[in-house]
């Protein structure tokens, strides 16, 4: 039971510090924000371009992915379910950070979608390396 809770816990936790540098990374692609500072995030939101949010949506999905198959090889049974889980809290703490901050809306349309499929996929991947004797 600690095992599958350290998993998750793991699996959330590196999906959360993927997100934040992701953010930190794309802000110095775009020169538009470039060198507006991380700590007035509700300003670099209302000036990004539409650019900067399709590539968040790509780290999003990302974090997703990496943090469900995390989960799911820390995991000792129903690797798929943890991995869910996963996506799950990932959709809660996003949701509550997309009622603070301006997003544009069809950004906080899209991202909900994501983490449910991604984490799924990512459980998935684990189960299945797994099963062919791949990985331990």
Do not use: C, D
Request: no cysteine; glycine share 4%.
């Amino acid at each position: 039971m600690y095992r599958n809770m350290l998993s998750i816990s793991t699996g959330v936790l590196i999906s959360i510090v993927e997100i934040f540098f992701s953010i930190k990374i794309v802000k110095k692609w775009f020169t538009k924000i470039q060198f507006i500072p991380l700590n007035k995030f509700k300003y670099i939101l209302t000036e990004a371009p539409t650019e900067f949010f399709i590539v968040l949506i790509f780290f999003y999905a990302s974090s997703a992915l990496l943090g469900s198959m995390i989960t799911a090889f820390l995991a000792r049974n129903a690797k798929k379910a943890y991995a869910i889980l996963t996506g799950f809290i990932l959709f809660i703490i996003t949701s509550f950070y997309m009622y603070f901050y301006p997003f544009p809306l069809w950004f906080k349309i899209v991202i909900p979608s994501i983490f449910f499929p991604f984490s799924y996929i990512g459980g998935n991947f684990i189960e299945f390396l797994q099963r062919k004797k791949w990985i331990n």
